[in-house]
Antibody, heavy 116, light 105 residues
Framework: QVQLVESGGGLVKPGGSLRLSCAVS????????MNWIRQAPGKGLEWVSY???????YYGDSLKGRFTISRDNAKNSLYLQMNSLRAEDTAVYYC??????????WGQGTLVTVSS | DIQMTQSPSSVSASVGDRVTITCRAS??????LAWYQQKPGKAPKLLIY???NLQSGVPSRFSGSGSGTDFTLTISSLQPEDFATYYC????????FGQGTKLEI
C-alpha cells in the first residue's frame, strides 16, 4: 500500500528550528521526485521544495535558504529541516510524491505553528 | 516565477449542474498542468494530470482541457461530494499553484 506519513510538527518560537519527517511505504523513495508543500491556515497551497530521483534539489523563492530538504533511501524517509522560523511559516506541511509533474500521493500533513 | 490565476475564486452551483473552472498561466507551460480537489481538513486529491488525463479512480464527470496558457476543469454533472476547493498546479518550471476555487452550494 502506497503511503506517506508525516511527523515532527508542533509549536516553535520565532527563530527556532524544526525537522519534519515523511515515512514512505509501498514504493521505492529514490525512484521518484519527492516534495514538500505547505498550506497556511485558511490559505492556498504553496510548493516548498523537491528532491529529484537523481538527487537534484530546488526550493521555492520565498524560503531564502532557511529550509533544507533531504532523503534517506535506506530508511525510506524524506526530511525537511526548517531554521530561522517565522510566524508566516505557520502551516500544514505535506509531503507528496510527484509523477509526470503531478502530485499523485500525499501524506496527511503535519501542523507547524510558529508563535511566541 | 510562473503565476497561476484561477477564476472564479468561488462559485455557487447545484447538484446536477455543469461547472467550469479556468486557470491561466503567466507564460507557456505546454500541458504541464494538474488539477486537485481538496476538502476541509484533508490533503488534496489529484484529479487530472498533463492537462487532460484523468487520474485512476477519478469519476469520468471530471475532465480537463487546454494547452499553453489557458486551461479548464469541467465537472459535467455535480454530485454532492464534489463541493470542495479546486486548485490548478503547473509543473513546467518547478511548481506553483493557483489560488483556488471554492465550489459551494
Amino acid at each position: 500500500q502506497v503511503q506517506l506519513v508525516e511527523s515532527g510538527g508542533g509549536l516553535v518560537k520565532p527563530g527556532g528550528s524544526l525537522r519534519l519527517s515523511c515515512a514512505v511505504s509501498g514504493f521505492t523513495l529514490s525512484d521518484y521526485y519527492m516534495n514538500w508543500i505547505r498550506q497556511a491556515p485558511g490559505k492556498g497551497l504553496e510548493w516548498v521544495s523537491y528532491v529529484s530521483s537523481t538527487g537534484t534539489i530546488y526550493y521555492g523563492d520565498s524560503l531564502k535558504g532557511r529550509f533544507t530538504i533531504s532523503r534517506d533511501n535506506a530508511k525510506n524517509s524524506l526530511y525537511l529541516q526548517m531554521n530561522s522560523l517565522r510566524a508566516e511559516d505557520t502551516a500544514v506541511y505535506y509531503c507528496a510524491r510527484a509523477l509526470a509533474g503531478a502530485f499523485d500521493v500525499w501524506g496527511q500533513g503535519t501542523l507547524v505553528t510558529v508563535s511566541s | 516565477d510562473i503565476q497561476m490565476t484561477q477564476s472564479p475564486s468561488s462559485v455557487s452551483a447545484s447538484v446536477g449542474d455543469r461547472v467550469t473552472i479556468t486557470c491561466r498561466a503567466s507564460q507557456d507551460i505546454d500541458n504541464w498542468l494538474a488539477w486537485y480537489q481538496q476538502k476541509p481538513g484533508k490533503a488534496p486529491k489529484l484529479l487530472i494530470y498533463a492537462a487532460s488525463n484523468l487520474q485512476s479512480g477519478v469519476p469520468s464527470r471530471f475532465s480537463g482541457s487546454g494547452s499553453g496558457t489557458d486551461f479548464t476543469l469541467t465537472i459535467s454533472s455535480l454530485q454532492p461530494e464534489d463541493f470542495a476547493t479546486y486548485y490548478c498546479q503547473q509543473a513546467n518550471r518547478f511548481h506553483s499553484f493557483g489560488q483556488g476555487t471554492k465550489l459551494e452550494i
